[in-house]
């Protein structure tokens, strides 16, 4: 009888112990790795890093972060892989690596349907809530989204119809399908590189032309193969800061609420000193002599129908519902209807 006892108390002793270990592992030190294209001194690492110091002091160290800056991670495709692979946590990835699993994160690159950066602001109040919560029931922790500006097509041969534009070697990202069915209602075959890899195109001549916000293309030294820019926003374009759930689940209640904070107001931060700079290097590409060509009304028009033409054959395809799409039409009218006022 003694025995049994005895041996009971033991169990009941290994459990509790079992217990208590989980709970210091649970409540352990984590550093979150984090890898992004933007370099380091830009308005995004800055605001990253300030907040991590601040997450770091408010945890009492219980939650630290490592950036990786620059692609040393890779292109963005490949910083997905590694948070699959748990060997990255996070990433500020572009919309294209999620049409797999967040279709309509490419809601907002759908061409030609901005016309300034106001209009993105007032649908993105309207749509980026929603889209948050697709992220989050993908299996991703989000911290909101990081405007990098409107994309204007630019290179080294001007071109301002439609047709002079099919006679280019022009860029699409690499496993990006959304990109590709958008150029091809052009009647343009693109070229696919890495991003890491575009600034090597234009040197060797493999591409003429991308489609880029000016300050990226500033950021990235395109510019400096660039002489002609069509004066047409062709899309916008954003980036997504995500984390694993899986890690974001090892972290407390508690700190989980101090990081969301802190990283929310760091994207927040660097998206209004992005816009400054969006604006800055545009007029920094213009100065240093890149001409800005103005399409006629004709050929504009030929721009548009075509671009209406991509957003629908992308909705056909479903790299964006139908549903999302409606209230993205419903949302832009409403703000034009509210400017025409």
């Not at 409540?27 to 690492?45: F, I, N, W, Y």
């Not at 002599?289 to 209406?308: T, Y």
Request: charged share 20%; glycine share 6%; net charge negative.
């Amino acid at each position: 009888m003694q025995t049994n006892t005895f041996k009971t108390q033991c169990l009941k002793l290994s459990f509790c112990c079992g217990i208590c270990t989980i709970a210091l592992f649970a409540q352990s030190d984590t550093t979150l790795k984090v890898a992004t294209l933007s370099p380091e001194g830009s308005a995004l690492l800055v605001e990253l890093r300030e907040a991590a110091n601040a997450i770091e002091e408010e945890t009492e160290g219980r939650v630290q972060f490592k950036f990786y800056a620059g692609g040393v991670m890779g292109d963005d495709f490949a910083v997905k892989r590694k948070m699959r692979a748990r060997q990255l946590n996070g990433g500020i990835l572009q919309t294209s690596v999620f049409t797999s699993d967040v279709p309509n994160l490419n809601v907002y690159n759908l061409p030609m349907q901005f016309k300034n950066v106001d209009e993105v602001a007032a649908v993105r109040t309207d749509l980026d809530k929603v889209l948050r919560a697709q992220l989050e029931e993908a299996g991703y922790v989000s911290f909101g989204f990081l405007g990098i500006g409107l994309a204007y097509a630019m290179g080294s041969k001007p071109a301002t119809t439609v047709q002079e534009t099919r006679r280019l070697k022009i860029w699409v990202p690499k496993n990006d399908p959304s990109t590709e069915l958008m150029l091809s209602a052009f009647g343009v075959n693109p070229i696919p590189l890495s991003t890491v890899d575009v600034l090597t195109g234009l040197q060797t001549g493999l591409i003429d032309t991308v489609a880029s916000p000016p300050v990226a293309a500033v950021t990235l030294q395109w510019h400096t193969h660039i002489k002609y820019m069509l004066d047409v926003p062709f899309l916008y374009v954003f980036s997504v800061y995500v984390l694993d759930q899986r890690s974001f689940r090892n972290i407390n209640d508690d700190d989980q609420v101090v990081v969301r904070n802190h990283m929310d107001n760091a994207m927040l931060n660097a998206e209004r000193k992005g816009i400054e700079d969006h604006a800055s290097a545009f007029e920094a590409m213009l100065d240093q002599g890149i001409e800005l060509l103005q399409p006629n009304e004709d050929a504009l028009s030929e721009w548009q129908r075509n671009a209406d033409g991509a957003a629908e054959e992308w909705v056909n395809k479903k790299l964006v519902t139908r549903s999302i799409f409606d209230q993205f039409k419903s949302s832009l009218q409403k703000t034009r209807r509210s400017n025409a006022d």
